[in-house]
């Protein structure tokens, strides 16, 4: 049986109280399942809250939405890898399709940000992922193998084997357009094969999650493709009953 992940990305969305009381309903409901890891992408506003909530359960994780590169210093809005690791995230979600599209967040500095999570002792989860102009033209497996390679530019290749990939065409992020269990299948094969090229063998087993419009009603379809290793979910994963449905597929 594979071991599956499950994180939830909050965008911006969940103030603290509401975070907590979402926590406070999953956590009451959802036991221990041996198979797979739940995490929790919360606004940084509302980390305390997550992780005040899942303190004693290894299953359930935190972490942090994006970071700067850097330490500490002049950065106003910014936060670095040590703060989201010193408030209790032990993740962080680098290369979303928002950050690289919204925010203008280049292939260089994807890399920078996993140098500094991996620093920090956070665990990267990098994001990759096609347009439709670059699907439509044939290009998906080309752009997120250098999506892929670029954020791990100048990392040694034992430490592949640590990180997560979470694969989310960006046509399908927010869109209600999933990508067939084919297209998934053949994205995550593709970036399974790059990551051994990269890591060696050992990295072959980085979990690739699936990401784009997942909700409770195509979640099985997804997770019954062979390299699909769980789930990257936003707008499904802010209502506390459908992400336990999520969880519990
Ligand atoms: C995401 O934000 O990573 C995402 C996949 O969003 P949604 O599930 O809403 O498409």
Redesign the pocket.
């Known amino acids: 049986m594979k071991s599956l992940v499950f994180a939830a ?1 909050w ?1 911006m969305n969940q103030a603290p109280a509401d975070a907590a009381l979402f926590m406070r309903t999953f956590v009451g409901q959802y036991a221990r399942q041996t198979d797979r890891r739940v995490l929790f992408f919360p606004p940084a506003l509302s980390l305390h809250s997550v992780v005040e909530a899942i303190h004693d359960r290894a299953d359930l994780q935190a972490g942090v939405q994006n970071i700067h590169w850097e330490d500490s210093g002049a950065f106003t809005g910014e936060i670095s890898a040590g703060l989201a690791r010193g408030a209790g995230a032990r993740f962080v979600l680098i290369g ?1 399709s ?1 950050r690289r599209h919204l925010f203008g967040e280049t292939e260089a500095d994807t890399a920078k940000k996993v140098a500094a999570a991996l620093k920090a002792g956070l665990t990267p989860v990098i ?1 990759v992922g096609e347009t439709l102009p670059e699907r439509e033209a044939g290009e998906t497996l080309r752009v997120i193998r250098r999506q892929l390679r670029a954020a791990l530019e100048g990392q040694e290749a034992g430490v592949v084997a640590g990180v997560l990939i ?1 694969y ?1 065409p960006v046509w ?4 209600g357009r999933t990508a067939t269990p084919q297209d998934a299948a053949e994205a995550h094969a593709a970036l399974k094969t790059e990551l051994r090229a990269l890591g060696g063998e050992r990295s072959g087993a980085v979990p690739v999650l699936y ?4 909700n409770r009603a195509n979640v099985a379809g997804l997770l019954a493709v062979e390299d699909v290793d769980g789930v ?5 994963s802010l209502d506390a009953e459908q992400w336990l449905a999520i969880v519990r597929s």
């Open positions: 990305n965008k979303h928002e994001c979470a989310e399908a992020i927010g869109t990401g784009g419009s997942v990257l979910v936003g707008g499904a």
